[in-house]
């Protein structure tokens, strides 16, 4: 796999997700590595065009509204009753999701919810956990945007990458 090629897709064409390729990308998620294997992190498909379009709505910014013409939407949660480690093991989880959309040729987009706010009165979280009815005890991590691409990227090359970040020994 390319991962210099692996880039976050916005904009999708009207072709459905075979549900084999959707099923391998959820098997992706479910067997991601987790702290002591609590697998302390839930995931709701939700593929209905009305509810995609609704949940776009939940930021504010506007930077949710890939979903409404995406294929599929993966609500990833987390478990804080299960582990300590329920955000970093369901960011894990988003991301196997996502390299395993762009290993079956799939485009995809992490989606930000924690932090972010549908209105002055209300937070993007609570906003669609009354949509998608998600207990008060979870926590939503990401919603992960899945589609056939309909935009063209290039891959990164070693011009784009900021080789400075990387320290040998110490920092």
Not at 60 to 80: F, K, Q, R, W, Y
Request: charged share 25%.
């Amino acid at each position: 796999m390319n991962f210099l090629a692996r880039r976050s897709i916005r904009k999708y064409i009207l072709k459905e997700i075979e549900s084999e390729k959707l099923d391998e990308i959820l098997k992706a998620g479910l067997s991601a590595p987790t702290g002591k294997n609590l697998k302390p992190f839930e995931l709701i498909v939700i593929k209905d065009k009305e509810i995609l379009k609704r949940i776009s709505l939940a930021k504010d910014t506007g930077t949710a509204s890939m979903l409404e013409h995406a294929n599929v939407g993966i609500v990833v949660l987390g478990n804080p009753e299960k582990s300590y480690l329920w955000n970093e093991d369901s960011s894990i989880v988003s991301f196997s999701l996502l390299l395993k959309a762009f290993d079956l040729g799939i485009g995809g987009c992490w989606i930000n919810i924690k932090d972010n706010n549908y209105s002055n009165s209300l937070t993007s979280e609570n906003y669609i956990k009354s949509i998608l009815n998600i207990p008060e005890k979870l926590k939503i991590v990401s919603i992960i945007s899945l589609g056939y691409s309909g935009e063209q990227k290039r891959s990164y090359i070693d011009e784009d990458l900021d080789f400075s970040k990387i320290h040998l020994e110490k920092y």
